[in-house]
């Protein structure tokens, strides 16, 4: 066999692949978004508790109280969700069942649901 017999097509099929992998789409990479982001876009909204499980007391007074709630956000029909939030101690009742908690939604993925208030915050 001649040497640019096997040279050439070599030579074909690397440029090609080159010329595939210069020219390929790149997949746009996934925004991470933080929970301050979520928190900053996030819109007023109103819940009801449906349920609510308090776990024992933590370090600082707080309780992890999960909890399923009816949310209501304007020009939406209501939906329930499940969240986790960390509560002080003497602000539980505000989270009993039946209660009605104002909160912030972020309307891209309205399962992050954030308290208003400095007496609880969002756990992931």
């Known amino acids: 066999m001649n040497f ?3 040279i050439v097509p070599v030579f074909f099929i690397i440029v090609v692949v080159i010329f595939l992998l210069l020219t ?3 997949k746009p990479k996934a925004e991470k978004v933080d929970h301050h982001t979520r928190q900053e876009r996030a819109v007023w909204a109103w819940t009801r508790v ?3 499980e308090p776990g024992p ?3 600082g007074g ?3 109280v999960k909890m399923k709630l009816e949310v209501h956000l304007r020009g939406e029909e209501p ?3 499940e969240t986790l939030w960390l509560v002080d101690e003497e602000a539980l009742d505000y989270v009993e069942v039946g209660k009605e908690v104002p909160v912030k939604v972020d309307p891209t993925a309205p399962q992050f649901i954030y308290p208003h208030g400095s007496w609880a915050k969002f756990v992931e």
């Open 79 to 81: 939906y329930e969700a």
């Open 24 to 26: 390929r789409k790149r």
């Open 4 to 6: 640019y017999s096997i």
């Open 50 to 52: 449906l349920s609510a």
């Open 57 to 59: 007391v933590g370090l």
């Open 62 to 64: 707080t309780v992890r």
